[in-house]
């Protein structure tokens, strides 16, 4: 039972276009949304990560938009770089589920030069 | 190392044996967690350590999958009677504590393959 969905399971933009990766989410107890980066061969690394209480939130070329009503939160990556080629995941933890993230499915992102 | 360290980095062997992955978290985080990621998919949550506390089992598939912890630092996760549905990537991660504003830091996972 997947209860966050991501989407889409890949995406290819040129240099400097504005990829954006969806997570739909169902348990309405999940208080914290991170995003991860994997590159192949290496463990995931937190990216951003917003609480519900905030509608968006920007570090550096990164942006998390969150829509409590919809249920509904993306990542916006500005002017991409190939550099930023990489699978993206989106997670969400449960108040009291001891911090234990529930995962996406993943997003393979391909940013051509 | 600063980071979480896994080991074996890649582990074959063959249906029917038993396997032991090890993660050594990051000095001074208190919980500890084994995630499995499947090819192409996302990562699926097995156990869970905090503290002294007893663990949080609720992801382990088969009871041929156990984990302990020894002296609230090093994990090994252990698969018994591996079949060809065990073949993932099989990641730790750590964190100070079981706090939301603590971030999961994780290693880079043993790639498990059963023949």
């Known amino acids: 039972q997947q209860q966050v969905k991501q989407s889409p399971q890949s995406l290819i933009v040129q240099k400097g276009g504005i990829p954006i990766i969806n997570c739909a989410y169902e348990?309405?107890?999940?208080?914290?949304f991170p995003w991860y980066q994997q590159f192949p061969g290496k463990g995931p690394a937190l990216l951003i990560a917003?609480?519900?209480?905030?509608s968006e939130k920007k570090e550096g070329r990164f942006t998390i938009s969150f829509n409590k009503s919809a249920k509904q939160f993306s990542l916006h990556i500005m002017d991409s770089q190939p550099g930023d080629s990489a699978t993206y995941f989106c997670?969400?933890?449960?108040?009291?589920?001891?911090?234990?993230?529930?995962f996406g499915g993943g997003t393979r992102l391909m940013v051509k030069p | 190392g600063a980071g979480v360290s896994q080991s074996p980095s890649n582990k074959v062997t063959e249906k029917g044996k038993d396997v032991e992955l090890r993660c050594d978290p990051i000095?001074?985080?208190?919980?500890l967690y084994w995630y499995r990621q499947s090819l192409g998919q996302g990562l699926e949550f097995l156990i869970y350590?905090?503290?002294?506390?007893?663990?949080?089992k609720s992801g382990l598939p088969s009871d041929r999958f156990s984990a302990e912890r020894t002296g609230g630092s090093v994990s090994t996760l252990t698969i018994q009677r591996t079949q060809q549905e065990d073949s993932a990537v099989y990641l730790c991660?750590?964190?100070?504590?079981?706090?939301?504003?603590?971030?999961?830091?994780f290693g880079d996972g043993t790639r498990l393959s059963i023949l």
């Open positions: 000095s001074g985080h208190t919980a």
């Open positions: 348990n309405t107890a999940f208080d914290y």
């Open positions: 991660a750590s964190s100070r504590n079981r706090g939301s504003n603590q971030p999961q830091h």
């Open positions: 917003i609480r519900p209480d905030v």
């Open positions: 997670a969400a933890r449960g108040a009291n589920a001891g911090n234990m993230l529930t």
């Open positions: 350590f905090q503290g002294n506390s007893a663990p949080d």
